[in-house]
T-cell receptor, first 112, second 111 residues
């Protein structure tokens, strides 16, 4: 285990549903990330939080809404998703100024 | 794009053989990392090499970096079935703690 947990591990939702993904890190890190991993595509960086402040939003559609209440927790709120949003969503954390990122196991999302 | 691209996309070898994967990138970097991902799981950091380093070792892993060719290679020696996974290179974006990842090399080690 890397010290980064994600829940749920699997999620099936309809296009009109609202759900949230949760990420928690127990490593004392102060930077957290959301990535999207689709088949045959490079890992896509979605959001970056440094010291609870969002510092990057890579043109992610507004149907994805991140929340970082403290340095240990990161959420991704989902609403009115599309089938093409089905993917593995990975959370990661790191110490500020350090390059190594620690990833959680991911949430496998299926949008019907 | 600036992201690293791994080659080959898939590699299948017998246990005990060596596995070599390559990564190419397009712009200058400060460092390059290699990660491993077991099927459907998160990525695990393997090794980081800085732009002023040419070679680095960690156990059965050997990473080289050629900044003139903008390429890196990951060598896994004496492979084991447990090495079966996807391997990704990540290059820094020169914007702090953000990186470009490629599509990965899928390695299968046959017992």
């Amino acid at each position: 285990e890397t010290g980064v947990t994600q829940t749920p591990r699997h999620l099936v939702m309809g296009m009109t549903n609202k759900k949230s993904l949760k990420c928690e890190q127990h490593l004392g890190h102060n930077a957290m990330y959301w990535y999207k991993q689709s088949a045959k595509k490079p890992l896509e960086l979605m959001f970056v939080y440094n010291f609870k402040e969002q510092t990057e939003n890579n043109s992610v559609p507004s149907r994805f809404s991140p929340e970082c209440p403290n340095s240990s927790h990161l959420f991704l709120h989902l609403h009115t998703l599309q089938p093409e949003d089905s993917a593995l969503y990975l959370c990661a954390s790191s110490r500020a100024g350090e390059e190594t990122q620690y990833f959680g196991p991911g949430t496998r999302l299926l949008v019907l | 794009s600036q992201q690293g691209e791994e080659d080959p996309q898939a590699l299948s070898i017998q246990e005990g053989e060596n596995a070599t994967m390559n990564c190419s990138y397009k712009t200058s970097i400060n460092n390059l990392q290699w990660y491993r991902q077991n099927s459907g799981r998160g990525l695990v950091h393997l090794i980081l090499i800085r732009s002023n380093e040419r070679e680095k070792h960690s156990g059965r892993l050997r990473v080289t970096l050629d900044t003139s060719k903008k390429s890196s290679s990951l060598l896994i020696t004496a492979s084991r079935a447990a090495d079966t996974a996807s391997y990704f290179c990540a290059t820094d974006r020169n914007t702090g703690n953000q990186f470009y990842f490629g599509t990965g090399t899928s390695l299968t080690v046959i017992p």
